[in-house]
């Protein structure tokens, strides 16, 4: 595979004015403070997703995909996850748009030794070789494009034709209170914390699974099912001060705050969460999509 996006960010920006507002968007924050955030609190964020790790490590093995693409793969969790199950016997490439994401996940690839590559580039744009890649997965990765059809389309000329699609994304966000908690306490003490948007890219974007088949259904992903997972998560409570100051809404203007203001959001924040606190563990249910889905004829949808 080509590897020309390896040392740095080089997409190829959308040409209509507001896709290209929520590109630069989304771009500036993974590169940005989100991403910087997401490095910080990488052990935490990955013991927290363990379980949909497991579950996309099981679709590739139950897939016998041998070249496997992990789409926004963060800081690398699954990707090596996945080169773990692989061995000797194929690889799996991660690709993100952050570069501060993709730089963490190149240092774990070489401690490990894992056959594993990163790419730092934007799916949705990246000229991916064509019929790459027998196995196409993401970890809440996928939620963030400004057109999804014409990424899931960009992934479908990537793939060989049969390719298993395989992806979790969130369901609503009434169905998961816990990822909400922090910005809700904070709220009143910063009345300026960045609002969720309702339509565009972001954590709940495809929290309509009618929405979700039509998306994969127009870029050319057929026999797509989507079913109702819902998993037990957790991780160290001595870690969540550290997981609510890092990422989310909170997470991005944190570290800007007074450091009393600081912490007098830190304390309100974390009482807030002192119901999902068990035994020293934080624990909570992600309430999620599980969503399969299969590469069809490159001939009947014009990716030949």
Known sequence: MDDQCNDQCNCEEPTMDGKRQSYDEQAALWNGVAGQGWVTAQHVLDRMFEPMEALLV????????????????????????????????????????????IEAARHRAQREGATARFL????????????????????????????????????????????????IAWRGADLNPFMMTAEKAAAPLLPALPARGSNGPG??????ADKVRGILAAAGWTGVGIRAVDLACSFPASELRRYVTSVGPLGRVFGTLDAKVRDTVAATVLRAFEPYVDGGEVRFTSACWMVEGTAGSREEHGHA
């Open 203 to 208: 954590q709940f974007a495809f929290a309509d």
């Open 120 to 167: 730092c580039a934007d799916a949705q744009r990246y000229a991916f070789p064509p019929a790459s890649f027998d196995t196409v997965i993401s970890r809440i990765g996928v939620m963030f494009f400004d057109d999804p059809v014409a990424a899931f389309a960009n992934l479908r000329r990537a793939a060989r034709d049969g390719a298993a699609l395989r992806f």
């Open 58 to 101: 099981q679709a590739v093995r139950d897939s016998g995909g041998t070249e496997v693409l992990d789409v926004g793969c963060g800081t690398g969790a699954t990707t090596l996850a996945v080169a773990r199950e692989l061995r000797e016997r194929g690889r799996c490439t991660g690709i993100d748009l952050s570069e501060p994401m």
